[in-house]
């Protein structure tokens, strides 16, 4: 199955909330002919508008391909928050790679916030930023565990931003009977995706990256230079970034192996009246709860609540989106049955088989970030960054990342879809226990 229009038209954004609200730029041409450049970036999400901007500013020649538009899949289509940490928690990292690895990746996802902000300011990008998550647990017995681990980021990572929500506290800021507890953390925070995504292509454009839209790479030869073809043009490029996450398809197997698309599903109400936002949010911090199916959730500029959440097992989205989020939705406020859905669709993100990124070096020149697992919006930022130190020849930051062990789906990609679906199956089941 071709994923990268499986689910969508070929070209034009999905009609969701973000699409709807956003200011979209005008259309890309379409690469054609023979390119020359020293850096080839394949993919105009987070992970490749970075790595672009980034790369021109430091004065290299960069051609970004993007299949669709800017901002397209994940990137423009997410819920929007953007969280501090890995995606998988030091107690984890330190069990997994040691305890001076899970802190070298501590800091690093620490300057993944840093630079979103930083980028919004230098580059003035409208995306309606709002500081503070929640995490939520939906299981009493979980909330000494996350109290413990809050008190572990305050001692042992001299982490000041985050604290422990009782049962009463949290119940104040989330209208809901479902949580018990859990943490806030105030240098994370939420935006519009979209919008952020489209402010790094003008920042990309602007400092002399040549943006190709309906571009779509056929393949990426390996050599000095590397050689990407794709509809009608062969660009010929010292170095070659892919930032392809969950629409990599066949493009490159090594990495199609050890990073699988999904799908998820968001809701939008219609607008909300102030009174009840304030009930359902006090503070308007956006919230992703303990469940492995996580449902997340925040309220958007226009008072309306982005609810994600479900799950479906199968690459083709359901007829009827609406009914995957919205079913968690009203069981977490019952109080919006009678509230109108304005807005339903779904997204492909790439996962791994441990939720932590996967950096690679492919060959000397051709470097891959992926696999964000659904925590990419600040760490798939970072990403182009680290890739762009690295091809500028420093290293470090990319060879924390990539020294994560990232295993392959067993399976291979013929089998690792119904496996991944009786794990899910599983896991959905245990979140109902």
Not at 39 to 58: I, Y
Not at 108 to 133: F, N, R
Request: net charge negative; with cysteine.
């Amino acid at each position: 199955m071709d994923i990268l229009t499986a689910n969508d038209r070929a070209g034009v954004y999905p009609p969701s909330f973000y699409a709807s609200v956003v200011n979209p730029l005008p259309e890309f041409p379409e690469a054609k002919g023979t390119i020359d450049c020293d850096v080839c970036v394949v993919g105009g999400g987070f992970t490749g508008l970075s790595s672009a901007l980034h790369l021109a500013e430091r004065g290299f020649a960069v051609v970004l391909l993007e299949a669709h538009r800017v901002g397209f899949g994940a990137s423009g289509r997410n819920g929007g928050q953007v969280g501090s940490g890995q995606r998988l928690d030091q107690d984890d990292l330190e069990k997994m790679v040691g305890k001076e690895q899970a802190q070298a990746l501590w800091k690093i996802a620490c300057q993944s916030l840093d630079l979103v902000q930083d980028l919004i300011a230098q580059h003035k990008i409208d995306c309606h930023y709002v500081p503070g998550i929640i995490h939520a647990d939906h299981r009493e017995r979980f909330v000494k565990h996350s109290h413990a681990y809050v008190g572990k980021l305050q001692t042992e990572y001299n982490y000041e931003h985050i604290q422990a929500l009782d049962r009463q506290q949290i119940r104040q800021l989330i209208g809901s009977d479902a949580y018990y507890g859990g943490s806030l953390d105030m240098a994370s925070g939420h935006l519009n995706p979209l919008d952020f995504a489209l402010g790094l292509a003008k920042a990309a454009e602007k400092a002399g990256v040549s943006i190709f839209e309906r571009s779509r790479v056929s393949g990426v030869d390996e050599g000095d230079p590397a050689v990407i073809t794709c509809n009608h043009a062969a660009i010929n490029a010292r170095y070659v970034v892919l930032g392809c996450n969950g629409y990599l398809g066949d493009l490159q197997p090594r990495v199609a192996a050890k990073v699988m698309p999904i799908n998820n599903f968001i809701v939008a109400t219609e607008p909300l009246e102030e009174n009840l936002c304030q009930s359902l949010l006090r503070d308007n911090h956006a919230v992703a709860d303990s469940k492995f199916v996580v449902n997340y959730f925040r309220l958007s500029e226009d008072n309306r609540m982005l609810f994600g959440g479900g799950e479906t097992y199968g690459y083709r989205f359901p007829k009827d989106v609406a009914s995957i989020a919205k079913k968690p939705m009203l069981e977490t406020f019952p109080q919006l049955k009678d509230v109108g859905i304005d807005y339903a669709w779904g997204g492909t993100l790439g996962i791994t088989m441990n939720r932590m990124p996967h950096f690679e070096r492919l060959q000397g020149n051709i470097l891959s970030a992926s696999g964000f697992s659904g925590h990419g919006v600040a760490m798939a930022t970072l990403a182009g960054s680290i890739m762009a130190d690295a091809i500028e020849g420093q290293a470090g930051r990319f060879d924390v990342m990539a020294s994560v062990p990232t295993r392959s789906f067993p399976g291979g990609a013929v089998f690792r879809w119904p496996l991944l679906v009786l794990a899910m199956a599983w896991y959905s089941l245990r979140d109902k226990l």
